[in-house]
């Protein structure tokens, strides 16, 4: 009996020995651990931090980029020309040629003919039918030829206020191309007004 008792508690003191201590020496894995391990491998989160980083480099335009370019866009577009003329006309008791300064939108016998109406030379019906500059006995000339409503409008007034319509459309297109005479016709002909012809070049009224 003993001898059992013994063996009993030998085999008791053993098992309390063995139950005390661990069964192995590797790290026994959490939950939490295996799915922070998966979460790892999954590659989600160097994903994540890519998409982000793509994000910052994407920027908008800076401010002074499109103010730039709006000014390179200004810069190529073509400016509206002007000039400034003579225009001359007969004064209020037409006994003298008076002359103004003014803007036209372009350098053109168009517009010239129209600062003549605008100072109420003549009518807006008047129409230029061919202009040319040219040179003539080493003089630098002008020939101009109009519509018939030119011819009908000179016409219509009295030798002086003829006078100061030509003189004031000869001086005008002089001064404004530099020319030192100039030839007025009427649908390629010569004007004839009842009061005079005009066959050849004239200079300057005064």
Known sequence: MKKKTIILMLVGVFCLTACGQPLSNQPIDTPIQEEQELEGMDGTDDLDNKEEENQEQITEPEEDELNSNDTDVKDTETPIETAAIMVYSSNDDATAFVFEELQ???????????????????????????????????????????NNAFAAYVMSMGSTGEYYIIGSICNTFLETYDCEQIKITVEGAVMETGHKDYPGYMNRFS
Do not use: W, Y
């Not at 517009?111 to 500059?133: C, H, M």
């Open 104 to 146: 036209i939108s372009e350098l053109s016998p168009e517009a010239v003919l129209g600062a003549l109406v605008d100072k109420g030379v003549i009518t807006s019906d008047i129409e230029i039918r061919s202009f040319q500059i040219t040179t003539v006995e080493d003089k630098a000339s002008i020939e101009i030829d109009f």
